[in-house]
Structures are given as C-alpha cells and as structure tokens.
C-alpha cells in the first residue's frame, strides 16, 4: 500500500513518499486533430515546448491526503462548506446532490471508506485541496500542457495506447465505448493506483479512474506556439483532465479538457503533483 510510506518533512511532519516519474523535456502538439473523433472545439493544436519536470506515478491516494489532514489539521472545502454548501456531490437515488456529510474519508456513494481502499484515489477534493496538498509536498499542480504532455507520452493518437481504449487498460465506463471499439466493463468505482499497465513515461491512470484538477485557469487555446504556458492570468474555473471510473471513452483522450469552479468537489475528481526540483 502506497500510502503506507512515509518520510519526515519539515518541522517533523510526517509526509507520504511520492513514486516519481521522471518526464524528459521535449515538444508536441498540445490538442487534438479536426480529424479526431469526438473531438471538442476548444482543442485547438498548437505547439508547446516543456522543460523537465517530474509527475508522481499516482493519483494521491486517500491514505497520503489523510496524512495530510493528520499533519497539518487542514479543512477541506467541503468540511468547511466555503460556498455556503457543506459536503460533496454523489449521486442520491436518480439524481446528482450536495450530500452534507461527505468529504475525503468517503467513497463516490457517499460511504465512509475503509481502511482496505486507503490506496484508492482520494476523492471529494477541491481544487483549492488539491494545491495545499501539493504547496504542503513542495511541489504544485500540474499545469495543462504538463499533464496532456505526460499523458500522451510521446504518442499523437487520441489515447496512449493508439486509436483505441479497452477495459482492460483502464478504468472507465466501457458501456459508451470510443468509435469501433468494443464494450467492456463498467466497474462504477475507482480501483486502487496502479491497477493497469503505465504509459511509456510510467505514469498510471492517465486515462480514467479519477479525474484530476490542474493549475490553469480554463481558457481558449492560442494557436501560437507556446513555452512552458500556465494558462490564463484569471478565470474562474480551473482545468480538470483525464476522465475517470464514470466517463465515457471519449472523455477519457489525452486532449479532453474539462473544468469547474475552484471549490467544487464531486465523486470522481482527485489530483497528482509534480516536482521541477
């Protein structure tokens, strides 16, 4: 169990050790073709070049953010209820509600999770959670362009593992499958990290399982090339990227970009770090 490592930080802290993916720097074309199927308008290609960084391999479990919460006493947004609302989004019944009483330590049903699923991803998180874990870890968020970067691994097809996505590589709901590919399995809940094969920079779960925030600010592309961008200078709605256990296939392409508002927390959304120490 990942979470089980730890290491001693600043001041005594007891922080959880991050399996680190060393990513090369390198250029690509950030987005996706016209030709793409399910493609949105807002993937506009254009080039980007990136410096080195280093990705954690994994989603941040829940079993490392406890070790947060324990070191420092942080309040998620959704313990404090910051927009007037305590709790998260899970599904009641038919229909997708706040449920006051769920934060970090429960599953997307809204169930207080069990020590066994501490190596699952944490969940109900904000992003505002997200980057004081990560500000905590000295590191930070993974910016748009990083994380679309890490996720393709140098490939140009719409997932890492080419032109189609199976079950069988990751987690999502194979029941809405990406064109000519078969169904699969819909496990509706996240599976510990680490559960499927890596992509060829070691990273897991780039595709599914949880989606994950990133540090921009949503915004349109330029068509201009681009060095190291981080998004637009405000908004009000961060980047979230990857899919997860929940989505569709086509949510889950290396180009999807979705968002949300920088306390919003839902059943399926976590976050990974990353490090340019």
């Known amino acids: 169990m990942i979470s089980s490592c730890f290491a001693v930080g600043l001041a005594g802290q007891s922080k959880p050790l991050i399996e680190w993916a060393e990513i090369p720097a390198g250029t690509f074309l950030m987005g996706s073709p ?89 969940l109900h998180v904000s992003w505002n959670d997200a980057k004081a874990f990560a500000s905590w870890m000295g590191c930070r968020l993974p910016t748009e362009a990083e994380w679309e970067y890490a996720c393709r691994a140098g490939t140009t097809t719409p997932f890492n593992t080419g032109n189609s996505l199976l079950t069988s590589l990751a987690n999502f709901n194979g029941t809405y499958p990406y064109p000519n590919n078969p169904t699969g399995i819909y496990r509706a809940k996240p599976m510990p990290v680490g559960s499927y094969e890596p992509n060829a920079f070691g990273l897991y779960d780039m595709h599914g399982n949880v989606s994950e925030w990133c540090y921009d600010w949503f915004g349109n592309y330029t068509t201009t090339p681009q ?51």
């Not at 609302?85 to 997307?108: M, P, R």
């Not at 929940?246 to 306390?263: E, L, P, Q």
């Open 227 to 277: 060095t190291n961008p981080k998004g637009p200078s405000r908004g009000t709605q961060h980047v979230i990227r990857g899919g997860n256990f929940d989505s569709y296939a086509m949510s889950c392409r290396s180009a999807f970009r979705d968002y949300n508002s920088t306390n919003f927390r839902i059943y399926y959304l976590g976050f990974r770090i990353v490090s340019t120490k």
């Open 34 to 122: 016209e030709s793409e199927p399910e493609r949105n308008e807002s993937e506009i290609q254009h080039q980007v070049i990136l410096s080195a960084f280093k990705m954690s391999k994994h989603e941040i479990t829940t079993g490392q953010f406890e070790a947060f919460v324990n070191a420092t006493g942080y309040i998620t947004d959704a313990d404090k209820g910051t927009d007037g609302t305590k709790g998260s989004a899970v599904w009641v019944g038919q229909n997708l509600k706040i449920k006051t009483d769920v934060d970090w330590k429960c599953d997307e049903k809204g169930n207080l999770r069990p020590l066994s699923q501490y190596n699952q991803p944490v």
